[in-house]
């Protein structure tokens, strides 16, 4: 157990729609990220977020946007879906002053159709 | 950019022999890390070994080790006694040192391992 949960675990949309990913870490992880993993490939870093602001992007669009909330909790948001965004959502947080290891969570398998 | 290369897609392995998972890596940095991570059916990436380029020694935890050659830009996983609950996915990922920086993990494409009874 890594102490971070993810929700729903699955679902389906289709192609234009908004969706909001939710994540929750452990007390005192004040760093966030998200990853998308396609099929057979290896996570893809979105974004991260220290203390409620983004402090790094990946070569992901705008329509890709986030927030993370003081109680540790944070939301991938993405807007207008197209069907190459239908993957596997990765939540990753870790303790600032810890060096290295993020604890990820399970994931949310989205679909878009 | 970062790369991570991993060029075996699959491997097997027999129960409790030794199997070596390959991991190559470009970059311009000096300071940086190196992850192997393993993601079960159940999706959850965990952390099996990590390395920091500064230091010479390989890591190793219990039958995990690593092959760290960092002027051949090379980071392979060797995993003695395989035990059916070894069988993964595999991940080799890549994180820079630069202090103030994100924090982003640039992975490979994974390589899926199966131990066989």
């Known amino acids: 157990e890594t102490g971070v949960t993810q929700s729903p675990t699955h679902l389906i949309k289709t192609r234009g729609q908004q969706v909001t990913l939710r994540c929750s870490s452990q007390s005192g992880h004040n760093t966030v990220s998200w990853y998308q993993q396609a099929l057979g490939q290896g996570p893809q870093f979105i974004f991260q977020y220290y203390r409620e602001e983004e402090n790094g992007r990946g070569n992901f669009p705008p329509r890709f946007s986030g927030l993370q909330f003081p109680n540790y909790s944070s939301e991938l948001n993405v807007n207008a879906l197209e069907l190459d965004d239908s993957a596997l959502y990765l939540c990753?947080?870790?303790?600032?002053?810890?060096?290295?290891?993020?604890?990820f969570g399970e994931g949310s398998r989205l679909t878009v159709l | 950019a970062q790369t991570v290369t991993q060029s075996q897609p699959e491997m097997s392995v027999q129960e409790a022999e030794t199997v070596t998972l390959s991991c190559t890596y470009d970059t311009s940095e000096s300071d940086y890390y190196l992850f192997w991570y393993k993601q079960p059916p159940s999706r959850q990436m965990i952390l099996v070994i990590r390395q920091e380029a500064y230091k010479q020694q390989n890591a190793t935890e219990n039958r995990f080790s690593v092959n760290f050659q960092k002027a051949a830009k090379s980071f392979s996983l060797k995993i003695s006694d395989s035990q059916l609950g070894d069988a993964a996915m595999y991940f080799c990922a890549y994180r820079s040192g630069t202090q103030g920086g994100s924090e982003k993990l640039v992975f490979g494409k994974g390589t899926k391992l199966t131990v066989n009874p």
């Open positions: 990753a947080s870790r303790r600032t002053a810890q060096t290295g290891e993020l604890f």
